[in-house]
C-alpha cells in the first residue's frame, strides 16, 4: 500500500512561521530554544496525522476498525 505525505494548513501555517522565526540570525538564544521545541512538536503532530492517515486507509480497506 502507497502512502501519501499530506499535512494540514494549520501545520503548513505553523511550520513557515517557524521557518521565519529560525532564518533570523540576531534571535534571541530563548527565541531559538522555543522554535527548536516548537519544531519538535511540530514534526511529533504531522506523524500523527500521519499514522492517523494510514489507519483510516486501513479500516477502509478491510471495512472495519480494529480493536486490539
Known sequence: M??????T???AVAR??????TDDA???P???ATAAVAHA???????VAAVRLVMAADAAGNGA???Q
Open 26 to 28: 540576531a534571535a534571541d
Open 41 to 47: 512538536t511540530l514534526v511529533l503532530a504531522e506523524q
Open 30 to 32: 530563548q527565541v531559538k
Open 16 to 21: 513557515q512561521l517557524l521557518d521565519d522565526v
Open 2 to 7: 502507497a502512502t501519501q505525505t499530506q499535512t
Open 65 to 67: 476498525a480494529s480493536t
Open 9 to 11: 494548513q494549520h501545520l
